[in-house]
């Protein structure tokens, strides 16, 4: 049996009338009667035009550990005082094993409506899931969606880590967003704890603390260091002498000893934050000392991280620097990195683009994680089918009325290689073909028909669960590959930032005739007078 | 020893540059230098004018269980290959016990610079606690004045629950958020989990597809129902009856049979979602007949939810419907409860209020838990002192200035009641003492100075920790009811939702000048040319 990662996920993890319905449905006897819901969403986040699906993994671990123990059933017990006792001996024997699961891969980009979860099991188990299933796809999707659109921005060749851990919506957050934009396209988080849950890789280097906590006064710390070779030297002296050779006058002496000290750790790993007083005037000259020493110990400093400030303009004159130290000193150190982190947001990466900057890297922490720009995704989870009779949900609200029945979804590519559409047909109507054209109708809007002739055709739905896990775990390193390579492969419209082009998502005439006959059959007509 | 509620929330949830930090210390045998770092924000989110503090309980839980146990060390070994193994050893064996931390008690109303902690130890120890403290407060405090700012909107005689699980920000957002609305002043979560872990009140009744799951072929379940004095009778009949008598021709029959199956379920907790079709035309008609046949059968049914619509008409449509019906059958049901739970923000309240209602109830989630107006609290972490010096962190931003040095903090309350100021002394001042005019300074603007002599002082610092555990666990309900005496004796104009009027945080004269003097000595002086 597989645990999810957060110990916190269990059945109770729950609305109450969640428990209070599967308790309706056992007394009226209804529990066992089949039941086919759908999990999905309405709107991209972000005013987008794409989403990525992620929290499958969870999910199945939730279902593989999905049972209430004799104390969880004791606790609601005492909180359903009024209900029938031999209600809660029939929770403690149910777990998914009448359950049978479809969905999309983890990491797929998708689009509203899909299902993208369509669970089929008893009522009232099916009923018991919904809460879980939906905390644990709608912040993974919604996060890795956020790290897509925050990688779109940046570019592919930039380093991108994720830094969001102190500012993110409690620990579990934290650990789910370093995975999740991990997932997304990101390439590191300095998150430990989820470095190693989820073997990714993790980085960082050192605050202002470090910085502040050595002040002029300490001196510098002489302490033995050998070379690359092996051979023991005095390190703070070879700094010494590139700072008389640069002419440096000004800086802050405690930041010079700190960078020293750090150095000393970690002379393969040299990147040092440059702004504690004054990354011009202070910060990068006292790191060029301090690199030019590791250079000549025979290491290669790193770089610079850059966390206040014009990051267009400081990372452009850090640049400058460095070519001037060159030229001063004749040393090449190679590239130096110049990484970035104050306050980053999708808008800012596209101002950086715009200005033109010298950036290698950014640590982007509490808009990525906390989706600033919209903190919740909005997935639902709503009953397609009973007793094989397929059942739709109406509202006033056009926007809110499901599509009912069991479904499966394809997507159709066309001849340039990009994805066309998503088509949603009824699971009795066969799949679509290669070379064959088809009827795709907007689900909605009356007029809006399209003939496809697909050049391929991907079917989206996967069995994922049946009685018991069907699909092994994907690694996320594989789940960041599938979202990587679906990206590059969408149309650009669909992508960009500003009044992105919807991609459709249709069905079949099949199953819009009958979407709509069983409107017309539901809905009220009101009488007026 | 305890443990925080979160299994996630250990020494390696940090940054690894904490790690990298320590080894920085530790390799240049600093680590155990006494060292200070205060923990605070520097504004109040939600464009308020007040915070409230919380986190306090998880973080000496986070203290009481702080140790790297030998697989963590192994793991960070694996990440630092270079590092020297001896770190290691000495990481493995450090604990809590060298610290002492003040802060200010779970629940308090707090104000920008204020230090909510004050953490004091070996550089090492306490630069290592950085992360895990700023994520168990910056959430915690965040959502808890989210919580706070709509019991404010609503008013005190409304009852409110938070139902977020399903759209928080990961399984703990949704675990902490309910612990932390309680603080803040609701009265219940859906959170089965939550309810369990921190024993609070929890509530629930049915959701759309309970309704749905009943359609007008399946008829009505007749099953014995026993009346409140135990006689068995026919309960559908009578709703029947009810149906009749009302002259009701209209509703949709899978809703009714639905409401029955629940009415049977719970005859004491008859709350019934009425907008699953439509809520004047079929939902309330429906529920009323239910209703009525529960007061027969001598229960009290408790009301309606509406989950979409314009909540201030159908509240007042419902609440006349409620008046017809006790007109037309002279059965007095008593108050019924009218609870309101479609996408409720902050705004929404106020704008309620600003139409009028007849919403005695409101669920809400996604707004609250998510806190959509402003997604981070943005706690720091700064180091104060170190080796009995005070440290100042600089930036050309005065806003970033940190106020150096060992601080304590006093609520100073006028004659009125209210309190008139917060005030930060160097430790080595004494305590204001009421009926003794002081002189208080705005940190950072020269003019801005006040005498003050206060009628009442409050301390806001207590010692929270000191080798071990010092204050006892405070239960979640004695910090609500902190929360809401402090809150009913602040100004009301720092309370109002626009424009609040800030609340003064003032420094002694000594701390103000030896701030501004720290600051000369430190800051750079450039030079142009």
Redesign the interface.
Known sequence: MTR???????P??????????A???W????HD?P?V?DLFFRHHPFNGEFTIFAGLEEVLRFLDSFHFKADDCA??KR?LP??DPAFFDWLGQIDASALTVYGVLEGTVVFPRIPLLRVEGP?AVV?LL???L???V??AS??ATNAARFRLAAGADKLLME?G?????????????SLYCYMGGFDAT????A??LFDIP?????????I??F?A?DGV?H?PMADSRGQIGDFAAAVSHYHNLLGIE???AGEMAAFI??A??????FLALVD???AL??GIPNFLCVALALKQFGYAPIGIRLD??DLAHLSGEARRMFAECYQQTGIDMGHLSIVASNDINESVLHSLNSQGHAIDAFGIG?HL????AQ?????V???VE?NG?P?I?????AD?VTIPGRKHAFRLIGQAGFPLLDLMLPVNEPAPQPGHRLLCRNPFAETQRVFVTPSRVQPLHHCMWQGGRVTPAVAPNAARQHVLAQLSLLRPDHLRPTNPTPYKVSVSPGLYEFLHRLWQE???V??MA
Chains 1, 2 share one sequence.
């Open positions: 999810p990662t957060n110990a916190l996920v269990t109770l993890l729950t609305d109450l009338y969640q428990i209070t319905m308790y309706g449905y007394k009226s006897r209804r009667v039941a819901f606790f609601l909180q009024d209900a009522l009923q919904e809460t879980a939906l905390t644990l709608n912040y919604l996060v830094f851990l102190r500012r993110a919506q409690g620990p579990d957050g934290a650990v789910s967003a300095s998150n430990v704890a470095a190693r993790v980085k960082g280097t050192m605050a202002h603390s470090f502040q906590s002040s006064q710390t302490l000004q800086g802050n000290a750090y000393q750790a970690f002379p393969r790993q504690t007083y004054d005037y202070s206040s400030g509490t994680v906390t989706c600033q903190p919740a995704l909005g997935c989870y709503k009953l009973i009779r059942r949900k109406l509202s006033q609200d809110k539901e809905a009220p009101r009488q």
